[in-house]
């Protein structure tokens, strides 16, 4: 069953706090798309061949092979090298050992990555790609309270869509699918597409029944809005905290109702 919701702009339903949530859920789409982009680049080093009728490959003509191609060579380095720069950045603000994987690299003199290490074919490219990926994934949490947060899942999802673009990959790259349950067909099935570097142009769908979730109801299901607390006087020495996001509320001294408001977690934005 299709369910049709009339085009809503995402701008007039979220705040900064969504937004980030937002920018999170793009960047972990494009960490995830990364590995199987790298690997579509570097098959793109090999010179192009045809196969005869006997199923033989064949050289696309009768000259010498052609020698590999450098374009994707830089490409898929400059992507490789800016994904790694991001993960030695975070090690270095949360005071962590970088993993292995970020000292496999090819550093210049003065010590700026410029890419992979040595020659290699594309599924060790991507294997690499996958755990510097993971690396990042794992610090989300982290990256999501420092300052600097948005800057970085932009830059991440700017860095893939740009690859993506000029690479583009055949059938397209799959939706995201995050493990929420759809409340239609209850498989937990929703996922999210950006159809361009718009962090406003997302559309949230379930991926087994095809229901499209509407701006104000796909942050709910994500849990991209996030668990949003207040806390307030009822009366003499009686205050109440409430979850905008969930709705749960309750009662309690003003020392009782923060504590519990700052260590809230509802279902939704778990």
């Known amino acids: 069953m299709n369910h049709i919701y009339d085009e809503q702009d995402w701008s007039e339903t979220v705040g900064d706090h969504a937004l980030l949530r937002l920018s999170a859920a793009r960047a972990a789409s494009a960490l995830a798309a990364a590995p199987q982009l790298m690997s579509h680049i570097r098959h793109q080093v090999a010179p192009s061949i045809v196969r005869a009728s006997d199923g033989m490959p064949r050289a696309a003509s009768k000259e010498p092979p052609a020698s590999a191609r450098v374009d994707p060579i830089d490409d898929a380095d400059a992507v490789y090298a800016q994904l790694v720069d991001w993960l030695v950045s975070w090690c270095d603000t949360f005071a962590a050992r970088p993993p292995a994987v970020a000292r496999q690299v090819r550093s210049s003199r003065d010590g700026v990555v410029q890419g992979f290490r040595g020659s290699m074919d594309a599924a060790t490219a991507a ?22 947060a948005r800057v970085y899942f932009d830059d991440i999802a700017a860095i893939i869509h740009q690859a993506s673009a000029r690479y583009p990959q ?8 995050i493990p929420r349950a759809c409340d239609a067909c209850f498989e937990d099935a929703v996922g999210a597409h950006w159809g361009s570097s718009d962090l406003l142009d997302v559309v949230v769908r379930c991926q087994n029944c095809e229901k499209r979730y509407s701006p104000t109801d796909a942050l709910r299901t994500l849990g991209w809005l996030g668990p949003e607390t207040v806390v307030e006087p009822l009366g003499p020495g009686v205050w109440r905290w409430a979850c905008a996001t969930c709705r749960a509320d309750g009662l309690g001294s003003q020392p009782a109702a923060e504590a519990i408001a700052r ?3 509802c279902e939704i934005a778990q």
């Open 127 to 148: 294997g690499l790609t996958r755990a510097v990926c993971v690396n990042l994934s794992v610090m989300e949490a982290d990256i999501l309270r420092h300052p600097h």
């Open 170 to 177: 055949a059938p397209g790259p799959r939706r995201t699918v």
């Open 263 to 265: 260590g809230h977690r």
